[in-house]
């Protein structure tokens, strides 16, 4: 089974994306739409490693197989600016309507920077992803996977 989620960020005329999160029966892939193609994998095996113009970067430890989630297991986090001028500057691709099974649009209008969290989430356990409390946040919550997929965003222009 495979299971999409992009983040796409709209201008009101133009619609880039942002994050996409894509699993897989043979593990979780986060990829940032940014040049260089960066992408996390995060294998059924717990094996978790970052790619960046396809040559690995960074290899990620202690985190479960994928069958073995308890709890809530934050995979990674990050913050940007999403003004236009800094979508145009590092190329952001167009967001042409492909097929994904869950589509988050933000509003660079509104939001000047963003920050995100993704978790895995054992099934009903949704309470154990901790206070977050950065404020706004909002909280997409998948439970069509297994583990769980928790992405919380928060408005980085209240960051103090």
């Given at each position: 089974m495979v299971y999409k989620v992009c983040f796409v960020i709209t201008n009101g005329n133009r619609r880039r994306k942002f994050l996409w999160v894509t699993k897989r029966t043979s593990g979780l892939y986060i990829a940032f739409a940014g040049p260089g193609a960066m992408h996390q994998s995060y294998h059924r095996d717990g094996k978790s490693h970052w790619k960046l113009n396809g040559q690995k970067l960074l290899d990620v430890n202690n985190l479960p197989p994928l069958d073995t989630v308890k709890g809530a297991v934050q995979v990674t986090n990050a913050g940007f600016r999403i003004s236009d001028d800094v979508l145009d500057g590092f190329d952001f691709p167009d967001f042409h309507d492909e097929p994904v099974d869950e589509l988050v649009y933000i509003d660079n209008?509104?939001?000047?920077?963003?920050?995100?969290s993704m978790w895995l989430v054992e099934p009903w356990?949704?309470?154990?992803?901790?206070?977050?409390?950065?404020?706004?946040?909002?909280?997409?919550?998948?439970?069509?996977?297994?583990?769980?997929?928790?992405?919380?965003?928060?408005?980085?222009?209240?960051?103090?």
């Open positions: 209008r509104r939001i000047a920077s963003i920050n995100y356990q949704h309470a154990q992803l901790p206070i977050f409390r950065d404020y706004p946040s909002q909280i997409h919550l998948t439970t069509h996977t297994n583990p769980w997929l928790a992405v919380v965003l928060s408005d980085g222009s209240f960051a103090k």
